[in-house]
């Protein structure tokens, strides 16, 4: 069956839709779609849903404070958003949004208020020209940290807060660069990693922005992702094959660890290294290292949605879907999970 954008689409009250984290993290409820009919668990049960034998595969990222607020010379008001840092150098590439576009050479002022500091423009650049291409005065990450704010996605609509610095980050982001997190790993908490019966093992993929622009076109063929880098250490790689030689489930724990697995195999034996991946998963893709997929709840029509319905299955993914609507789930970044076995 050829897919088209609007196969994709589904109903979501607004109220669903997560303004803020559960109380504790693994309070959050978990929606068990492994099999036929779904069932409703909490997520500190998913101890009991795993054997020794399998491994869990995380997304070991750390979210910047990426999103700056300042004035261009002119007075007039600047948003960037900081969508990667460019190793060993003081320039970033941003998305920035203001009533007329900064020209290169010019300068900006990030920060709020007289707190800050001035960028220099340098470009254009990234897919079809979409970034600017700025440096920084000092370390972006140091200033960052200082002037930057949490980049929440565009569906939470309050500032953000003290608690979303800790909230909006997993317990064991190490390497700084995503600017959203993976969003599936905020519901585990110390003791609950302590509980696991199996082993784990960690890949890096710093998300994008991309991960929240609309797909604008029926034609999923026309569709252009963005590209995210990657990295799979060679100690990763040996603890997937050592799953496969003990006949244990791979358990990616989010769609950004399955990207990276799945990219760093097709066409080829699994490889550690780094890379930049645009893998663009739809159904009918034929899925060689995850095994078991654990999840939040995606916008309609993104291409997360796509990503599952490749995973567990089209029909099974709209059932789970209304499942948890009628059953009042608590839908993205900040919402409830579930935990998908691979049919493809």
Request: with cysteine; hydrophobic share 40%; charged share 20%.
């Amino acid at each position: 069956m050829a897919y088209t954008l609007s196969d994709f689409d589904y109903l979501l009250p607004p109220e669903l839709i997560a303004q803020h984290p559960a109380s504790e993290r693994s309070a959050s409820r978990l929606l068990d779609g492994r099999g036929a009919t779904p069932l409703d668990r909490v997520f500190r049960e998913l101890p009991s849903l795993l054997a020794p034998e399998d491994l869990l595969v995380f997304n070991d990222t750390q979210v910047i404070k990426a999103r700056l607020h300042g004035r261009k010379n002119s007075g007039g008001s600047v948003e960037a958003l900081v969508e990667r840092l460019l190793p060993g150098t003081l320039e970033v590439w941003a998305h920035v949004r203001a009533s007329k576009s900064p020209k290169p050479g010019s300068t900006v002022w990030l920060g709020d208020g007289a707190r800050g500091f001035e960028a220099e423009v340098l470009g254009r650049c990234g897919p079809e020209n979409s970034l600017f291409h700025l440096r920084f005065p000092a370390d972006p990450l140091t200033l960052l940290e200082a002037h930057g704010h949490v980049p929440l996605p565009p569906y939470i609509t309050h500032a953000d807060s003290a608690d979303d610095v800790q909230r909006y980050q997993t317990v064991f982001a190490q390497n700084p660069g995503a600017v959203a997190a993976p969003t599936a790993s905020l519901h585990f908490d110390e003791a609950l990693l302590a509980a696991l019966p199996c082993p784990r093992a960690q890949v890096t993929l710093h998300v994008g922005a991309g991960t929240f622009q609309p797909v604008r076109t029926e034609n999923l063929a026309e569709h252009h992702m963005h590209s995210e880098w990657f990295n799979l250490p060679a100690a990763t790689v040996d603890a997937i094959n050592a799953c496969r030689a003990r006949g244990g489930r791979v358990t990616a724990v989010g769609t950004t660890t399955l990207r990276a697995l799945e990219s760093a195999v097709h066409g080829h034996p699994l490889q550690a290294g780094a890379a930049e991946t645009t893998i663009f998963i739809t159904p009918g893709f034929e899925f060689q290292v995850v095994d078991r997929l654990i999840t939040n709840f995606h916008l309609p029509k993104s291409t997360l949605m796509m990503l599952v319905s490749a995973f567990a299955g089209y029909a099974h993914i709209r059932a789970l879907y209304a499942h948890a609507v009628q059953a009042r789930y608590r839908f993205f970044s900040y919402g409830d999970a579930m935990v998908l076995d691979r049919t493809a």
